[in-house]
């Protein structure tokens, strides 16, 4: 039997490998699944992340509790405060330090720098001897401060450090704090040693719950307003 001229194009289409159609079809599904997959995800990223103060006050404070005030957490963990901190400055009031949420009392519930709040209290030998129990700021008006870190000495001996100190506006952002030398409190025990210090903040955030600080050095602050 032979086939006639006209019927050629139809035996080369049937005889064509089907497999490399199906082939190129199904790698071109694949890669708009992904393509799909990735949009899809981005959005669902973007309405996961906080984008109110709120939600970022929420999710700084989820980060910083139970990390006994930043000790606890890794460097990834760090990271993460610092970029909601981030955040949150750009909510921040025009001059923080004529706003009066500033006055009240406060926890100290994180700190870049374990030791900045504390001192040697709260180094890692400090903390071996002395478990901290609370770190608290008070800041009275017109300009009052008075730092506090109560601590339990050797698992049975309580006592507390107290700073007091006043406070001066730099500008409308940093605020300066000149301590008298720091009282001890321990047993029996109650007197001052050491000299004056002083410290430099930036008030980067403050609302009704939290205010965030940072220091001349770079630490990171976070109180929690108490009560």
């Known amino acids: 039997m032979m086939l006639s001229l006209s019927s ?4 080369l289409e049937i005889l064509k490998p089907k497999s490399l159609i199906s ?43 139970g990390t006994d005030r930043g ?18 400055q750009t909510y921040c009031v025009e001059e923080p330090v004529k706003c009066p ?3 009240g009392e406060w926890d100290v519930v994180y700190c870049s720098t374990p030791t900045s709040p504390g001192g040697g209290y709260r180094s890692a030998l400090g903390r071996m001897v002395f478990k901290t129990k609370e770190m608290i700021q008070v800041v009275e008006a017109p300009d009052c401060v ?14 507390e450090v107290s700073l007091n100190g006043k406070l001066r506006a730099l500008d409308e952002k940093w605020i300066e704090v000149v301590f008298e030398p720091p009282e ?5 025990l109650d007197f001052q040693y050491g ?33």
């Open 184 to 188: 001890l409190k321990v047993g029996g």
């Open 101 to 103: 949420l500033i006055f």
């Open 195 to 227: 000299g004056q210090s002083e410290v430099k903040l930036e008030i980067t955030y403050i609302d009704e719950k939290i205010r965030l600080g940072k220091g001349s050095r770079g630490s990171l602050f976070v109180f929690q307003r108490r009560g």
């Open 8 to 11: 050629t194009p139809r035996v």
């Open 23 to 65: 082939h190129s079809t199904i790698r071109i599904k694949q890669k708009q699944r992904l393509i799909s997959t990735a949009i899809v995800a981005s959005i669902s990223l973007q309405q996961d992340l906080p984008t109110t103060p709120d939600h970022l006050v929420a999710s700084i404070l989820s980060k910083v509790t």
């Open 146 to 159: 008075r730092n506090k870190v109560s601590f339990s000495a050797f698992g049975f001996l309580d006592g």
């Open 71 to 88: 000790v606890a957490l890794a460097k990834e963990g760090h990271k993460e405060v610092d970029e909601v901190a981030r955040q949150l």
